[in-house]
């Protein structure tokens, strides 16, 4: 099949080679020339402008947006009156699921079909594939079934005894919106995993907090019995020891020991930590349903508190302890 790339950032040129790789066409454009002059030495067709990509892809046409999810209706603006009937838009960005539902019913009154593809694999996915999240009308989705089928990763896991294509990598989650929303949730599910990592091995890390010299004044907790932390883990080690027959296992534990063996301090890292919104989306669907999320909700603030976004509530606090009990702050 054929398909028109539009955004050739850290995840649309690398879908597109692995598109190339399985047999596909692509047209490739970018606001960079130079990432497009990259992919057309791949093997894809160039295209400098988004009138030229529309051109070069044959009717019915299928674009797909790869694209930061602040730029698709801009992106979509720009393309969608070069577009005819029977075209289809793929967003494989992380687009809020309220702006997919609306782009749908819009785009489908000019007789043009939308999907939204939430797309997991990170810079990975070249070789190891997409996990792809699919919501859409079934038509134009059953139709790009080639597409889907070669972006995932295929029959690498074990499979499980349901038929379908759950086990391949991809799946048709519902209507428009349906992608992005179980895609959204994959990513507060991440947040939660990661922060579970990352507070158990700083736990780890202090484990020797008893051989140090103790402090005693009013500010500062006794340790009670420090002959219980006298511990020097090697976490490098102890990530990779869990890779094999832990139950903890998986691919964010196989990065994290992967990490930890090149810089076991991560002394190359600040500790500020993004969200790019699903997180916050998620604890938003949370509310709407009444369901608790308590662990996506601590993670989520935990990436708040990464960015200094504490500050001035632990300024609050110093201001009144130092009011009710004359407690100075510790440098």
């Known amino acids: 099949m054929q398909i028109g790339m539009i955004g050739l950032g850290r995840m649309g040129a690398n879908m597109s080679r692995r598109l190339m790789r399985g047999g596909h066409d692509v047209v490739a454009n970018d606001r960079s020339p130079e990432a497009v002059a990259a992919l057309v030495k791949d093997g894809a067709a160039g295209a400098d402008s988004l009138e030229q990509l529309v051109q070069k892809c044959r009717a019915p046409r299928t674009i797909c947006l790869m ?31 309220h702006d997919d539902i609306e782009r749908s019913r819009s785009l489908s009154a000019s007789g043009i079909h939308y999907i939204d593809m939430g797309t997991s694999g990170g810079v990975w996915g ?34 499980s005894n349901k038929s379908g294509t759950a086990q391949l990598g991809y799946l048709h989650c519902g209507p428009a919106g349906a992608g992005h929303f179980v895609k959204m949730i994959h990513n507060g599910i991440e947040y939660g995993l990661m922060a579970a990592y990352a507070e158990g091995l700083n736990i780890l890390r202090h484990a020797n907090v008893g051989s140090s010299t103790a402090e005693h004044d009013a500010e500062t907790t006794p340790l009670r019995s420090p002959e219980h932390y006298q511990y020097d883990f090697k976490l490098d080690e102890i990530a990779e020891v869990w890779r094999h027959g832990s139950v903890i296992s998986s691919w964010l534990l196989d990065l994290t020991a992967s990490a930890l063996a090149t810089d076991p301090s991560l002394e190359k890292f600040g500790g500020r930590v993004s969200d790019s919104g699903e997180g916050r989306w998620s604890l938003q669907a949370a509310n709407d349903e009444g369901v608790p999320a308590h662990v996506l909700a601590a993670a989520l603030f935990e990436r708040f508190a990464s960015r200094d976004q504490d500050l001035f509530q632990n300024k609050v606090l110093s201001a009144m302890r130092l009011g009710f009990g004359g407690h100075q702050e510790k440098k």
């Open 67 to 97: 694209v930061p999810a602040g730029v698709v209706d801009s992106a979509l603006t720009s393309v969608v009156p070069l577009l005819s009937k029977n075209d289809i838009v793929i967003d494989g960005g992380n687009s809020h699921y």
């Open 126 to 159: 070249l070789e190891r594939g997409y996990c792809l999240m699919i919501g859409g009308e079934r038509e134009p989705v059953q139709r790009l079934d080639p597409i889907f089928r070669t972006l995932a990763p295929g029959g690498t896991a074990p499979a």
